[in-house]
């Protein structure tokens, strides 16, 4: 049976991704520090969700470069472990968030919105960079998902902030804590459904190859 690839595998990734991948780098694990410390002090769900979603995307921008100059194989194995990952980080949210609701503690809002519009300005100068790669295959997709999110999780953040000093209570931030998970876990099983057709396409086409050469 013909392949239906009409190019062989891509060697090298679209110019600029690697650089990009670099500066989201270090923009991620800044704001995990950052927000990682202001959410002890606050005692915010939605912040310290924010803080873990930044940690993880550091470390799939680092699988990510791990992976770039590799095969289309390898690349949707590696969007698929990231799927795997947002997956599971939407997951641990919604439990967190569970927890705190038994706990009953309020956050406290100021910080959650100053720390909030510092992250979305991080965020969203790393998604308009990242924005005409959003197009690629499924490990550039899912980095471009991972920004897109993040941007609209701390515009979630500083709503929830502003509901906790409105109110004097922690729903608000418990509500935006659990949207955030739901998120996490659309984009992550989406990442998925992309990684398998990757993988798909990439062994049906290396396998022609194959039959060829043993032949």
Request: a neutral charge; charged letters at 15%; aromatic letters at 8%.
């Amino acid at each position: 049976m013909a392949c239906s690839c009409s190019a062989p595998e891509p060697k090298s990734p679209a110019p600029g991704f690697r650089k990009a991948l670099w500066i989201a780098l270090a923009v991620n694990l800044a704001m995990f520090l950052v927000e990682g410390f202001a959410s002890i002090q606050s005692g915010s769900v939605s912040l310290m969700a924010d803080a873990i979603d930044f940690f993880g995307d550091s470390a799939n921008y680092l699988l990510s470069l791990s992976v770039l100059s590799m095969g289309m194989l390898w690349r949707g194995r590696a969007a698929f472990v990231k799927g795997l990952t947002m997956t599971v980080f939407g997951l641990v949210v919604w439990i967190r968030a569970v927890w705190v609701v038994q706990s009953g503690i309020t956050p406290e809002p100021l910080t959650m919105g100053a720390v909030g519009l510092l992250a979305l300005v991080a965020n969203v100068s790393v998604a308009v960079m990242l924005f005409r790669f959003r197009g690629g295959d499924s490990d550039m997709r899912s980095v471009w998902l991972c920004s897109r999110n993040d941007a609209i999780s701390n515009i979630a953040v500083m709503g929830a902030a502003l509901g906790v000093f409105g109110t004097g209570s922690a729903w608000p931030d418990l509500i935006v804590a659990a949207i955030m998970g739901t998120l996490a876990v659309t984009a992550g099983t989406s990442v998925i459904r992309h990684a398998r057709q990757d993988m798909s396409e990439a062994r049906a086409c290396a396998t022609p190859a194959t039959s060829e050469h043993v032949r």
